[in-house]
């Protein structure tokens, strides 16, 4: 069953300009799950395996290899304490800093002891492998 839904563009978020069509992304993907809960998955992600064993957390995001945790799969409960933590997070939010609120944030608050329960982060290769540097592409 697919049910789609249609969201109003992302123009600002606490009062900061969203221009990039990647930050809006980023940016409803977080509304959603915080409505909503549930896996979000890029379009370009291939699954191999069931998720089954990682559902029972609250809040999980796979690192990416050398940079942070990637975006690209985030499993989430409905209104989830780490989320919520990250979405406000946004206040700081600046259109020309590519992946600081979508990668390296969420990195720098799971790192911080009073985020460092409300997630689970899974290795680079659960997710994220190969790499899509040249030498994974191959």
Request: aromatic residues 14%; glycine residues 6%.
């Amino acid at each position: 069953l697919v049910i789609i839904n249609i969201v109003r563009d992302v123009t600002k978020i606490f009062g900061n300009p969203v221009i990039h069509y990647a930050h809006k992304a980023d940016i409803i993907r977080l509304r959603a799950l915080l409505k909503f809960g549930g896996v979000y998955l890029d379009l370009d992600m291939i699954s191999l395996v069931s998720f089954d064993r990682h559902l029972s957390n609250d809040f999980v995001m796979g690192r990416e290899k050398d940079v942070g945790l990637c975006n690209g799969v985030i499993m989430s409960t409905k209104h989830s304490k780490f989320l919520k933590i990250w979405y406000n997070a946004y206040k700081t939010f600046n259109d020309s800093d590519w992946n600081y609120h979508s990668v390296i944030l969420p990195n720098e608050l799971s790192k911080s002891s009073l985020h460092a329960n409300d997630i689970t982060i899974l290795n680079f290769k659960t997710f994220f492998w190969p790499k899509w540097d040249k030498e994974g592409l191959q």
